[in-house]
């Protein structure tokens, strides 16, 4: 006899949720209906984060005018036992019915917002769960605004009741985010007979028929990869102007507004992201490091595998739009150097490794390190693609281009996503890459986990290619200041770590108003350089967090690579192969 008592006890409950949108007001009115073997209190958090932005959002402070009455209409007794806790005392008729209004003001991929002409939600800011009981089947109706044309969400829809949707557990719930409003359906399609739409507001200006042909040739190539589709169907929420993407199980959350796309520099930009969030179905939601599912909605969940979960998408989003035909050789590998050049020109890759970076984000994200601090940190986004190429190349040279990093993302999901229905430890991450290289692979897992300085002579050679990594004097004295106008004033933007204006003490957002004693002007600024020479002193008038003051800075001479990566003269046969497997999509 088989028995499964915690599946029996949540098929027990009945949960249904109704949002109903305000707005004027800004607010969404979420109802919530409880009925079933409920216990006798009930225990509500909301969220504090959502999946795929690794920083606390604190949800439960949106959250007001929260009520509890059975059925009948009988006032429950309730406590608000911290922001995102309610406790709810569940009567002997065993039917609850709560009512609460969210603020949705914050116009981003992992908030929620509300204009007169759109909405846009992360269920994980809107819907409570109950304590421990993540696996509990719940339904939502949408109530349509009047005037408005589209629901669109990557929940299955209940029925033939297209404003009722089902999600079979929170975790599905949490990451099917709804965009509903005055919304515009592109033409969709079929891939192995699955279907992909997209939909969005507000998309701006561009020929919609080939910017489709291209999203299919996207989804082709991404899902190529991996050699199955493991949705019933796919939705890009184009959720309107604005910044960043957020990947989940069947749909992806992405800023979207064009204007024209039709310079080729315009459509890499935008087909590598939405490559990008394409590519998360596979790898984060299915091919994923242990920690991340069943998720913590309260504390979190930190793994030291962004680097493979976030990097090697960036890595294949590169590979994707490649093989799509979308970008030239040359373009993916300017991809690549701008990775590289993004860390290895800062400060913090002598810091912080990549799995350390990967742990950490939650503490040095937009909310959390800031100032010198954040010199001392590096991105995941930026280390993790080279150092999948590096993965790559390795795995290819060793195995005479037989094996590659897909057979890398194939075994993973096979084994872990399938069969194992689970995630994977860093050691069996390491295990799987070392078994279809067929050797240790050390050092680029050192590479990975510490701040190692990297040589990436070995690796490029692999493809025939060189990397120029010497340090060569820049010309021109150097101060280290970059700086713009702001409100009539000259306000730096960004000083390099350690360079003299860094030490001489001037940082960003200071203000110059004197350089050796005239006004300060942009022009003069930029004169410095070609004017001055290494050890020359400049005087500066600055004003620091409100208070006047002054920056000696004694010039210098900026040492500097440019990582720029040329084909050698003669490849062997092997080098020409993985070369052209890589960055001429193996033709
Ligand atoms: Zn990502």
């Known amino acids: ?29 979420v109802g919530l209906e409880l009925s079933g073997k409920l216990p006798d209190t009930i225990i509500l958090k909301m969220p504090t984060w959502t999946t795929g932005y690794y ?7 949106s959250l007001s005018a929260f009520s509890a009455t059975d059925r009948a209409g009988k006032v429950l007794d309730f406590k608000q036992q911290d922001q995102n806790t309610w406790k709810v005392a569940v009567p002997k008729n065993k039917t609850v019915v709560l009512k609460y209004n969210i603020e949705a003001i914050r116009n981003f991929v992992g908030g929620n917002y509300l204009d007169t002409a759109h909405g846009y939600f992360s269920p994980a800011g809107l819907f409570l769960y109950a304590d421990k009981n993540i696996l509990q089947p719940v339904t939502v109706t949408v ?3 009047p005037g408005w044309t589209h629901i669109a969400t990557g929940m299955d829809v209940v029925g033939k009741d297209s404003s009722t949707f089902k999600a079979p557990d929170f975790d599905v719930l949490y990451d099917s985010p709804i965009l509903m409003g005055k919304l515009e359906k592109l033409p969709g399609f079929k891939v192995n007979g699955i279907q992909h739409d997209f939909i969005g507001y507000k998309m701006g200006e561009f020929d919609r028929q080939p910017f489709m042909d291209d999203m299919k040739k996207i989804v082709e190539s991404g899902s190529a990869i991996i050699g199955e589709i493991p949705y019933k169907h796919y939705t890009f929420l184009g959720v309107g102007p604005g910044g960043g993407g957020i990947e989940h199980l069947n749909s ?41 599912g069943p998720f913590d909605y309260e504390k979190g969940n930190k793994t030291e595998m962004l680097w493979v979960s976030e990097g090697f998408t960036v890595y294949y989003e590169y590979l994707i739009i490649r093989r799509a035909g979308l970008t ?23 810091f912080q490794s990549a799995t350390q970076a990967s742990l950490e984000t939650w503490s040095d994200g937009p909310n959390g390190r800031v100032a010198d601090e954040f010199n001392k940190t590096i991105s995941y986004y930026d280390k993790g693609p080279v150092l999948g190429l590096m993965l790559d190349l390795k795995i290819r040279h060793e195995t005479q281009n037989r094996k590659s990093l897909d057979d890398v993302m194939r ?3 096979y084994t872990y996503f399938k069969k194992l229905k689970r ?13 279809e290289a067929g050797v240790p692979l050390s050092e680029l897992f050192e590479y990975a986990a510490t701040v190692k300085e990297v040589n990436y002579h070995p690796y490029f050679a692999y493809a025939g290619l060189d990397i120029d990594d010497n340090w060569k004097k820049q010309p021109g004295a150097w101060s280290g200041i970059t700086a713009g106008i702001k409100n009539d004033a000259i306000q730096v933007t960004d000083v390099q770590y350690q360079s003299p204006a860094w030490n001489s003490g001037l940082r960003i957002n200071n203000k110059i108003v004197s350089i050796d004693g005239q006004p300060a002007t942009l022009e003069a600024l930029k004169a410095i350089a070609a004017n001055k020479k290494d050890g020359d002193i400049v005087t500066m008038g ?24 040329k084909p050698i003269a003669n490849p062997d046969a092997l080098q020409s192969a993985i070369y052209k497997s890589i960055f001429e999509a193996g033709k």
């Open 328 to 350: 030239n050789a040359q373009e993916m590998i300017g991809q690549l150097r701008g990775n590289l050049l993004n860390y290895e020109n800062k400060p913090g890759h002598l």
């Open 252 to 292: 992806a959350s992405v800023a979207f507004f064009n204007k024209g796309l039709k310079t080729q520099a315009e459509k890499m930009r935008l087909y590598s992201f939405l490559a990008h969030e394409y590519f998360h179905t596979y790898n984060v939601k299915r091919i994923r490091p242990i920690e991340l």
């Open 423 to 435: 995630g994977f430890t860093p050691q069996e991450f390491r295990q799987a890459c070392e078994e």
């Open 1 to 29: 006899m088989l028995v499964f008592p915690a599946s029996a006890q949540q098929a027990n409950q009945q949960w249904h949720y109704t949002m109903d949108v305000d707005p004027a007001a800004k607010i969404v009115h």
């Open 143 to 145: 109530k349509q605004y």
């Open 411 to 413: 075994k993973l999901y």
């Open 55 to 61: 920083q606390f959002m604190n949800f439960g402070k």
């Open 542 to 565: 600055i004003v620091k967090n409100g208070q006047p003051g002054e920056a000696k800075i004694t010039l210098g001479t900026q040492n500097a690579r440019s990582f720029e990566i």
